[in-house]
């Protein structure tokens, strides 16, 4: 949203997640320092050693909506369901971060340990492979976990290009309302002086998220190559040394956001309600639907030919993210006027409807 007054998005899908799996060719690689979200390739004690990491562990598939084992424990912070902060409701030109020293983040110290890792270069980069940038006024709460890693609470005053879906680890919420569980791998010692890497409280940011399903929450993508946030000036720091990334080091919030919407242009058609003769006609019409309620990230699947709510239907199968990781929902396109419903099938067989557009027909003969 471009107006000054910015509400928080809500999410609110739960869903089945299935295996990760990183699209290696969307980044570039090259020889730098550790990077927080290869977690299988870890500094070592006197910094001698080469790592390379070259492939994403199997990971359990978790059924329905709720986490399974996991390598690592569940994160220590608890979502809430307090209010959000006036920041969310004003312009994010308006919004103060805290004091940020100009360090570059993945700077290697001599001597440091070398891993060849994908690295993110651009805006593009990093949208072609996070599920959604998340504008945060407000980092409320940091905990340390296990296995050297790192939680915080982020509140989100509205997410670009996508929406941060609902999910659930060990009956644990990770994502609802404007809140938002993070976690990120502590980086320093051997690699960094200081583990500068890491979200503070406090702090306002435009973080771009990938659900990670082995760490129970979410990823910053990308977050030893560039961390966008504001200084206690609003100004903006990147701690890049990307050119396409540190041109915006002093700039104002809203000339980021401005470039990062441009990733995702409005959809080039407008959804109609319109007689449906076919499945095909059906399926662009699902597509067209999400596009228009604002989700960028999904494939189609056709069902079946069924009556909804006392109308004929055809029904799809949606799934979300990429390769389907951040689950699935039903949709329902009316086969007398194209209109559209969306939402989770019951133990019954009736579709939970979660939104919809246009007039649902009470019966289509």
Not at 5 to 26: F, H, M, S, V
Not at 125 to 153: F, G, L
Not at 266 to 276: A, H, L, S
Not at 342 to 352: A, V
Request: hydrophobic letters at 40%; glycine letters at 8%; a negative charge.
């Amino acid at each position: 949203m471009k107006n000054d007054k910015i509400l928080c998005a809500i999410g609110g899908i739960d869903e089945e997640l299935i295996e990760r799996a990183a699209p290696k060719e969307q980044v570039r690689r090259a020889t730098a320092t550790f990077a927080p979200w290869l977690k299988w390739a870890m500094p070592i004690a006197a910094c001698l050693v080469i790592a390379v990491a070259t492939a994403v562990p199997q990971l359990m598939k978790m059924n329905g909506n709720t986490g399974g084992a996991s390598a690592l424990t569940s994160p220590n912070l608890t979502l809430d369901s307090a209010n959000e902060s006036a920041a969310c409701y004003i312009s994010p030109d308006e919004w103060r971060g805290l004091p940020a020293d100009d360090f570059v983040l993945d700077e290697q110290a001599n001597g440091g340990v070398a891993v060849d890792r994908l690295v993110f270069q651009t805006l593009g980069d990093i949208a072609a492979y996070a599920d959604a940038w998340a504008v945060v006024p407000k980092v409320h709460e940091t905990a340390q976990d296990e296995n050297n890693m790192q939680t915080s609470i982020a509140e989100y005053a509205e997410t670009i290009g996508d929406f941060i879906i609902t999910h659930e680890w060990d009956d644990r919420t990770v994502s609802t309302g404007s809140r938002v569980l993070v976690r990120q791998k502590l980086i320093g010692g051997c690699t960094m002086d200081e583990p500068n890497n890491l979200l503070r409280a406090g702090g306002a940011y435009l973080l771009p998220l990938k659900f990670n399903q082995y760490w129970g929450a979410y990823e910053v993508v990308g977050d030893l190559d560039v961390l966008f946030e504001l200084t206690s000036e609003s100004k903006i720091v990147t701690h890049s040394r990307f050119s396409e990334f540190n041109k915006y080091d002093g700039k104002s919030f809203s000339e980021l956001l401005d470039d990062v919407r441009a990733l995702y242009p409005e959809p080039d058609t407008e959804f109609t309600e319109q007689p449906i003769h076919s499945v095909e006609e059906a399926e662009n019409q699902v597509n067209i639907s999400y596009l228009n309620s604002g989700f960028r990230k999904f494939s189609v699947e056709f069902d079946s030919l069924t009556v909804v709510r006392g109308a004929d239907a055809y029904l799809f199968k949606v799934s979300f993210g990429e390769n389907g990781i951040n689950g699935s929902e039903y949709a329902a396109i009316a086969k007398l006027n194209g209109a559209f419903l969306r939402g989770e099938m019951d133990f019954d067989g009736e579709l939970k409807v979660a939104g919809g557009l246009g007039l649902f027909p009470k019966n289509s003969q």
